[in-house]
């Protein structure tokens, strides 16, 4: 009597001893996981922040000078007020503006033929006022897709350590003559040790991200610097909250794992003091080996192995089936994640295609743009870049209907893609493509082009072929020149510059 006494003393006191153990080991666990999970959410955040910063300055720079001399109007006429603060997007200054720069430089193209500097003031200010409301409409777009706080481009001063907010995602109203605007030129104090990111990414030579914290660390700051021909015009900064909801959402999830932790503890433990009971020691050997065994070679197997070796209804078989059921819960699971994986990778691919023709589109083009331009900043330099237009296509769709226009755009994807058959080929807008040139074709390009405009001729002159099947189109292009593009964008342009011009001459014949 008094050993079954003293066994269950020592039952009970090494129950308590383990029921203090696994509230510890819960707790330990969980807060562990929360400053994991914690540092982890404030890693996403800096991440998504500085891709942020870095999509927009892209997008900025894909503008290339024209953001330049946007930049330069506003500070030149900082006291007058320019976007109205009702504006809902782009579209209709820019269409204002586009008559205005037709009436007064008619036959005329801008950036070719008449440079920014040289138009009048009121082209020049509904120049601005498009391109204002349409980054405007850019960055609160991607503030509310991203659920991020804020995007911004500031202009630093170094001499007095000022910064000007010119593009705020938070349309900020100022009133002038009765009339409501988005503030476009505001200043603030902004100095180097409190804002020492800010100042490292304006004074860094390359585009990198930089990352700041408030002073209460519940909000992130990063900044990309937007260089464009060499001229460092200002910095893209978006910021993110790294408390709030997600915080929550983390107590919780460790407040859970809390709870789960020390269940399966106790249940463990109460095997224990089971086996110190019943001398069930082989038993717990054996699952043990069975568990490192499945830990090893992940073979689900090791779940109907256990459930065969460990018959009967006490504590060590309930655990047993317990582990069984969690190795057919892992392996439904991996299933599940694998699954999951490929059908991301399927979406990630679809992504990049253009859906009316079945090629490379416009995201796509962007991503290979960007890996020639590493090439080229490694000392490659043998690519041109071809870019092809369809002329009429506005007309096609309103004389014949949009499925008409589309048979014309898919026809032309075909000939692109047969003439420049050892190179990507790239659907960029609506009736242009592009087509990255290397190799064979980068030698033989004027051969291709000549007969791109042979095919291009010929479908034109037969008469058996439906009036959206005769299609007129321009090719032009540009090859890396060392001593004149200092990148993959400066080719770009001068291939566009080259397709205007044959286009142009196309429409006089």
């Not at 416009?362 to 090439?375: I, L, S, T, V």
């Not at 048979?407 to 058959?421: D, R, S, T, Y």
Request: charged share 30%.
């Amino acid at each position: 009597m008094d050993n079954l006494r003293k066994i269950d003393s020592i039952a009970t006191k090494s129950a308590l001893a383990f029921l203090f153990f696994a509230l510890l080991a819960s707790f330990f666990a969980s807060f562990v996981c929360f400053q994991s999970q914690a540092s982890r959410f404030r890693a996403e955040k800096e991440e998504l922040c500085k891709k942020i910063c870095s999509i927009v300055g892209d997008i900025m720079l894909s503008d290339g000078i024209n953001i330049a001399y946007t930049q330069d109007f506003v500070f030149q006429n900082k006291g007058e007020e320019l976007v109205r603060s009702d504006f809902i997007d782009s579209a209709a200054d820019k269409r204002i503006f586009e008559q205005l720069f037709a009436e007064r430089y008619p036959n005329k193209i801008f950036g070719v033929n008449v440079k920014f500097s040289e138009m009048q003031s009121d082209v020049k200010k509904a120049f601005a006022v498009f391109k204002i409301e349409y980054f405007l409409d850019l960055f609160e777009k991607v503030k509310s897709d991203f659920g991020i706080c804020g995007v911004y481009y500031f202009v630093p001063d170094e001499k007095d350590e000022m910064v000007f907010t010119v593009l705020n995602a938070e349309r900020k109203e100022v009133v002038s003559d009765g009339k409501k605007y988005v503030s476009v030129f505001s200043k603030e104090k902004k100095g180097r040790a409190e804002n020492e990111a800010l100042w490292a990414s304006w004074k860094n030579e390359k585009a990198s991200g930089f990352v700041d914290t408030s002073a209460d660390k519940k909000s992130i700051f990063a900044y990309e610097p937007l260089i464009v021909n060499g001229r460092k015009l200002g910095v893209v900064c978006a910021n993110a909250e790294v408390g709030g909801e997600e915080r929550n959402e983390i107590l919780f999830s460790c407040a859970r794992l809390f709870a789960e932790i020390f269940v399966i503890l106790f249940v463990v433990g109460s095997v224990v003091i089971g086996f110190f009971k019943k001398l069930y020691l082989n038993k717990i050997v054996e699952l043990d080996g069975i568990v490192n065994d499945y830990a090893f070679d992940k073979n689900v197997r090791n779940a109907k192995i256990i459930e065969d070796r460990t018959k009967g209804k006490n504590e060590i078989a309930f655990l047993s089936h317990s582990f069984a059921n969690m190795i057919r819960e892992l392996e439904n699971y991996m299933t599940i994640l694998s699954a999951k994986n490929i059908h991301n990778a399927l979406d990630h691919e679809m992504s990049l295609k253009d859906a009316l023709t079945g090629i490379r589109n416009k995201k796509a083009f962007d991503g290979a743009m960007q890996k020639m331009e590493k090439k080229v900043s490694e000392g490659y330099s043998d690519f041109g870049i071809a870019i092809i237009s369809l002329s009429d296509i506005k007309l096609l769709n309103d004389t014949f209907g949009h499925e008409k226009g589309n048979i014309a755009i898919k026809k032309l994807c075909f000939i692109v893609c047969h003439v420049f058959e050892h190179s990507p080929v790239f659907r960029i807008g609506g009736d242009d493509f592009a087509a990255i040139l290397e190799d064979s074709d980068y030698k033989n390009i004027k051969s291709l082009v000549a007969d791109f405009n042979s095919q291009i001729a010929a479908g034109k002159n037969d008469e058996n072929l439906s009036q959206w099947e005769r299609l007129s189109a321009s090719a032009g292009y540009a090859l890396f020149d060392d001593l004149i593009d200092e990148s993959v964008f400066d080719v770009l342009s001068r291939a566009q510059k080259d397709k205007n011009k044959k286009k142009k001459h196309l429409e006089k014949k």
